[in-house]
């Protein structure tokens, strides 16, 4: 990337209209323009708006340094970050990240470790922040003051042609920040972009460099994969390139070993999917309980056979699971308290008798245990009838629930009088 060709594209050549950029954004812009300094729409939302697409958010860049940007906002942004210093800005309530352009690494405050980037704070051109950005299709900058797109890598041609490429050398690019591989099956996966086979080659040889990534970072960027919307083509791309056995290798083993387990994740992931395409809320709590869940059967089983309660069986298997799983991924604890209800859901549900049925579904976890359930209703006879009731009861008004699960009860013997 040693001679950088700018191309411009104009309003009537991309098609884009500057009505479809946030005008939040636009007022940021603006502000800064007229403080003096330089600032364009960047990365996924001019992308986005170039494949006809909704961007889910608005990014900023700017020639302005992190304190500029805060002299100009004053209190309404908030500087964050120490790998990579960024502004918040805040107008009408929402969020808008504003980065200064970055620039090469001869000097200044990037620390790179066996090529892995640890911190990066070294601010330059425009130039120097297209070509710092993982892909070309991420490397354009909207003009919102003429409409026109600046392309400093060819990203216009590449999205027009549907290619995901590096900017840059593949594997550098990779082991500089492994995140970008995941990032780069998010693309595919949720925009159809393809990844080409020297691109994945890389990849492969590549993947372990992932356990070089902060657990923390690791379960973000996972959250935002199986949440884009095409999870399915996502954990097929995250098999095909060995990184869902290198974050899961035991879950991974667990479901590759029965074919129920491997439909039971196809299963749940095509729900979330449909989940996200009708706008329906969607959560990492039940997103994990799945992947995990077939590990957590393996074990339940292995204490159930050791003599312990179905209950304690499941509580301690979540232990297990959430203390394996703990050496490749970090898993905020809220997230594993949720997983763990619902698998102990799993096993209230078989009780449909009683007020404990009540409590079951007043549980803060029914709803995600109960499409968990559902989910796991193919796999036998038993489940399909639980499924159903379980589907049936929630209709039901108050009088009519209380009809369905006392019905069954024996009716109570009277007590003998004990002081008789
Ligand atoms: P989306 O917002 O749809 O997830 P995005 O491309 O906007 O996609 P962000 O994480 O918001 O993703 O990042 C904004 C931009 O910052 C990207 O388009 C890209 O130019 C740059 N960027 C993000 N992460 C990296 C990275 N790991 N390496 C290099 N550049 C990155
Ligand atoms: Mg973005």
Known sequence: MSNIK???????????????????????????????YQAYIVGGAVRDLLLGKHPKDFDIATNATPDQIKDVFQRYCRLIGRRFRLAHVYHNH???????????????????????????????????????????????????????????CEGYDDIKAHRLKFIGDDSKRIIEDP????????????????????????MLKQYKTLSNVSMARLFD????????????AAFQLMNEMMLFSLIFP????????????????????TST????????SVTPIFLFSCFLWPMSVAFTDKYLNSGLSEYDAINKASNDVFHITRKTLAIPRIVQIGIRNIWLLQFRFKTTIGKKVFFTLEHQRFRAAYDFLILRKQESEELELLGDWWTHIQTQSKTKQKELIFQKKKPRRKRKNLNR
């Open 94 to 152: 929402q969020m808008y990240e504003v980065a200064t352009f970055r620039g090469v690494a001869q000097e200044g405050e990037r620390v790179v470790k066996q090529g892995h980037i640890i911190k990066d704070n070294v601010y330059g051109t425009i130039e120097q922040d297209a070509i710092r950005r993982d892909f070309t299709c991420n490397a354009l900058y909207l003009d919102i003051e003429n409409g026109n797109i600046l392309d400093y």
């Open 179 to 202: 995140v970008r591989m995941i990032r780069a099956i998010r693309f595919e996966a949720k925009l159809g972009l393809t990844i080409s086979d020297q691109t994945k080659q890389a």
């Open 250 to 269: 035991h879950a991974s083993k667990e479901i590759s070993k029965n074919n129920d387990h491997y439909e039971f994740i196809q299963r749940a992931l």
């Open 273 to 280: 999917d449909s989940r996200i395409k009708s706008g329906k």
């Open 221 to 232: 960027e996972l959250v935002k994969l199986f949440h884009c919307g095409n999870a399915l």
């Open 6 to 36: 700018l191309q411009t594209y104009n309003q009537s050549q991309h098609g884009v209209s500057t009505d479809e950029i946030s005008p939040s954004a636009q007022a940021i812009i603006t502000k800064l323009i007229e403080h003096g």
